[in-house]
């Protein structure tokens, strides 16, 4: 595991009382893409919504290696005293919970995984911060206008909208308050997963949306490898975002796994 001086001290909201729910975001995004579904859980639950470093109000940090995020996470359950959490993870957190499940299985008693795989994927993120690193903020006056600057390189409203949540004005200007040279930097680690042999044999839960390319057929056999107790779901309906896209059938997926598993007060 990495050594103490490699973790941060993220961001982090909590609410509620109850057995310990993680909520991780994914890349670009931060605790608050949870808020929606985390006041539900918070009737049941004790939920924490962090922000993963380099993003949302978490400090910057050269690494981005999922080993040094899962370190990261030891930190905050070691600070909130928690002993135990069910840990949700979407996307990238998806990759950082289930690296969290395979090195520290102790500290999981449940994973949920949202529309990702333990594999590497392409280079298309790249494109985003790189439509970011070129928009020239100065002579941005509105989010409408930014809105319109990333439109020719990001086509689909929704994700340009999902990009400027990181968008913030100081003064007169507007600045990213995510260190894109970093995350460029580090995106060949973001886009693979680390080599990770023991597998995790607790409760495991995969939610995927139909019309997604991140969970596929090809990807099951390592899945079923790295968790054997793995339980698959699609929401036919919804893309990478289903959390977002379907919240009420993605909220009935996972209440209803938690509920199985007795992850109750």
Request: glycine fraction near 8%; aromatic fraction near 8%; include cysteine.
């Amino acid at each position: 595991m990495p050594s103490m001086h490699h973790r941060i001290r993220m961001h982090v909201q909590a609410s509620g009382a109850g057995p310990a729910l993680l909520l991780l975001h994914g890349l670009f995004g931060s605790g608050n893409n949870w808020k929606r579904h985390a006041r539900e859980l918070a009737e049941r639950y004790r939920v924490l919504l962090p922000d993963l470093r380099n993003h949302g109000r978490s400090p910057h940090a050269p690494s981005m290696d999922y080993r040094v995020m899962t370190d990261d996470l030891i930190g905050l359950f070691d600070a909130e005293a928690i002993d135990k959490v069910a840990v949700v993870g979407h996307s990238m957190g998806g990759k950082v919970a289930m690296a969290l499940a395979l090195t520290r299985p102790e500290r999981v008693a449940a994973l949920i995984v949202v529309d990702i795989a333990p594999v590497t994927y392409g280079r298309h993120l790249h494109g985003y911060i790189e439509a970011m690193r070129h928009m020239n903020l100065v002579g941005i006056g509105s989010r409408a206008e930014a809105d319109q600057a990333l439109a020719s390189a990001v086509p689909e409203p929704m994700v340009r909208q999902f990009l400027l949540t990181n968008l913030e004005r100081h003064t007169e200007h507007y600045h990213w308050r995510i260190p894109l040279d970093i995350l460029a930097d580090q995106m060949p680690l973001l886009e693979g997963f680390p080599e990770l042999t023991p597998s995790f044999a607790g409760p495991t839960l995969f939610i995927h949306g139909g019309r997604s390319p991140y969970v596929g057929e090809a990807h099951r056999e390592i899945i079923r490898r790295l968790f054997p107790q793995a339980e698959l779901a699609c929401i036919p309906e919804a893309g990478h975002w289903l959390h977002v896209e379907a919240p009420e059938q993605f909220a009935e997926l996972l209440e209803d796994f938690l509920a199985r598993i007795s992850f109750s007060a």
